[in-house]
């Protein structure tokens, strides 16, 4: 046990999907994996082992934000030995490049967040994704004809921000979507040496103020799954 997560040693599987919504992780459990088993309810952050084509997979819930992203991710890798965390998720498109229901493969995140000082100081560290989850995935999102583009996130502390130049200036240097999670995933798998990709479904658009229905919505996070459990088990 650790003191978010109330697994027991071994009970949580070397990969784990994670999205922010602990309901989604129930879901991903129940649709895609074999045998699923429920290892936590604390603050009811759902998690689940179960399997996918013979490979042990765990899905756990994120929670919204850097914070608790950070809390999860820091115990799974500590705590649970995880060797690589994959965030399924949904952002907000920036770029004229992607469109609502695209998947964002995120090669970076930058971040308006303060987290980081306390490691780096004044030098401002660069959260990146691992090269090979990166490539994996595109990989497979090419083999399965899904339109999934790679570039820039940014993780952002405001889902209602005050400030909507700072975005602007962000697309303008061609970060592709901002979401809440992925700085803090990237820069903890850095500290402890593992592996983390974030996926992320464009929901809605800050450009063209398009939206995807809830049913538009389930149907590119299935496909952002498979995507996902596919590089992993590859
Ligand atoms: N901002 C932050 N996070 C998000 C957004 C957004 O517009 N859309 C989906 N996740």
Not at 78 to 94: H, K, M, N, P, W
Not at 116 to 123: A, E, H, S
Not at 166 to 172: C, F, K, M, Q, S
Not at 190 to 203: E, G, N
Request: glycine residues 8%; hydrophobic residues 40%; proline residues 4%.
């Amino acid at each position: 046990m650790s003191t978010h997560l109330g697994a027991a040693p071994g009970q949580i599987a070397p990969y784990v999907l994670m999205p922010g919504d602990p309901y989604r992780a129930r879901w991903i459990a129940e649709t895609f994996l074999e045998d699923p088993v429920q290892y936590n309810d604390v603050r009811g952050m759902l998690g689940f082992t179960g399997t996918y084509r013979g490979v042990r997979v765990s899905a756990q819930g994120s929670g919204m934000g850097q914070p608790s992203m950070a809390i999860y991710a820091q115990e799974l890798f500590q705590d649970f030995d995880v060797e690589a965390i994959v965030r399924v998720g949904t952002c907000g498109g920036l770029s004229e490049t992607v469109s609502v229901r695209d998947v964002i493969l995120g090669v970076s995140a930058s971040t308006d967040s303060a987290m980081n000082v306390p490691r780096f100081g004044q030098v401002s560290f660069a959260p990146t994704a691992d090269f090979t989850l990166a490539r994996l995935a595109a990989e497979v999102a090419e083999e399965r004809l899904l339109p999934v583009t790679a570039g820039g996130l940014f993780s952002s502390d405001q889902f209602y921000s005050p400030d909507t130049e700072i975005t602007e200036t962000l697309a303008g240097y061609g970060v592709l979507g901002v979401e809440m999670e992925t700085a803090a995933l990237y820069t903890l798998a850095a500290q402890f040496s593992r592996r983390a990709l974030a996926l992320c479904t464009v929901s809605d658009h800050l450009l063209t103020g398009e939206k995807t229905s809830s049913q538009e919505r389930q149907e590119t996070f299935e496909d952002m799954i498979v995507v996902a459990l596919e590089s992993i088990v590859r």
